[in-house]
């Protein structure tokens, strides 16, 4: 099965504290990397993580405060002076096009590489990016400025070959991609082997969704059904509810009870206020809902 990973580069929100980096994520997917959010700091939590800057494809910015983007401009001129030439794309609302196009006039001319912006419609899930190996939709979200999360969709891959039938029907191997993709085999004397007795089934499709700053949203659990990891914002604990309601955010039981409507198979928390020494009681409150809740941390890796 090829690599499904989620690297935490930073779990923290808008006040810089000592112990957590601004938000920013890497999700890796059959060797391509892709970057959530680039908050202050995310070039040196990439080092930090062994992530090379030259494997990421494309970057996401879930909204623009500044915890979520600051780092977007510093790590596009540091692509530069390492003589990056591959694309790099970024997607975010439409409002930081402009922005980006000043702040690369003034501190990245002359790069030798294109960063080609997309637009992103918040207000709407829909597939904003796809290649061979997954779709990435974005998720409409509920904060004070226009927000949305990203949810990453293995594709179906083909079944395995069961090499001990290709050995033993002497089957070419020329013949093994037209198997994969549903045929039989005819024996010399003219009997049908089924495509199923040729194969076992293929590793099933994984997928992950990343739900940034928002107000709890029970119908975010429609939208999520099914993933196997999710990771909902939860910047504060009961006791703070209603300053999570005042300021759009989510306390880490309602992170749960999205998760638990959802059918995730695992949820990670985030995004922490800097009032929090230990983010254990965040964690109690949201295993009381969903038991297999789990804090992030930077220089984490989640395997999915």
């Known amino acids: 099965m090829q690599p499904f990973r989620v690297y935490i580069l930073g779990c923290g929100s808008a006040l810089p504290t000592l112990k957590h980096m601004p938000t920013s994520q890497v999700v890796e997917l059959r060797d391509k990397q892709f970057m959530i959010d680039c908050g ?12 090379h800057f030259n494997r990421l494809h494309a970057v996401f910015i879930s909204h623009l405060h500044g915890d979520h983007c600051f780092g977007l401009i510093g790590m596009i001129s540091t692509f530069g002076l390492l003589g990056r030439t591959a694309p790099l794309h970024v997607y975010a609302p439409q409002e930081l096009e402009v922005l980006l196009q000043a702040q690369m006039e003034l501190f990245c001319k002359g790069l030798e590489f ?17 290649d061979r190996s997954l779709t990435v939709s974005s998720i409409p979200l509920n904060h004070r400025v226009a927000c949305c999360g990203f949810l990453f969709r293995e594709k179906a891959t083909l079944p395995h070959i069961r090499r001990d039938m290709i050995d033993y029907l002497e089957i070419p191997v020329s013949q093994i991609n037209n198997i994969k993709n549903g045929a039989g085999w005819v024996k010399e004397n003219g009997d049908v082997v089924p495509h199923e007795e040729l194969v ?3 590793d099933p499709a994984r997928s992950y969704a990343f739900c940034s700053d928002t107000k709890y949203m029970p119908r975010l659990a429609e939208m999520v059904k099914g993933v196997d990891l999710l990771y909902h914002e939860s910047t504060y604990c009961n006791e703070q509810a209603d300053r999570a309601k005042l300021y759009y955010h989510s306390t880490a039981e309602q992170a749960a009870m999205v998760a638990k409507a959802a059918g995730a198979g695992r949820l990670l928390l985030g995004h922490y206020s800097a009032r929090y020494e230990d983010e254990q009681v965040m964690l109690n409150e949201a295993r009381a ?8 941390a930077e220089n984490d890796v989640f395997e999915l």
């Open 289 to 296: 809902v969903f038991p297999e809740t789990y804090l992030t």
């Open 40 to 51: 202050e700091g995310t070039q040196i939590q990439l080092r930090r993580s062994h992530i």
């Open 114 to 130: 294109e960063v080609v912006f997309h637009a992103v419609d918040t207000t709407v899930m829909q597939v904003i990016y796809e």
């Open 200 to 202: 076992t089934p293929a």
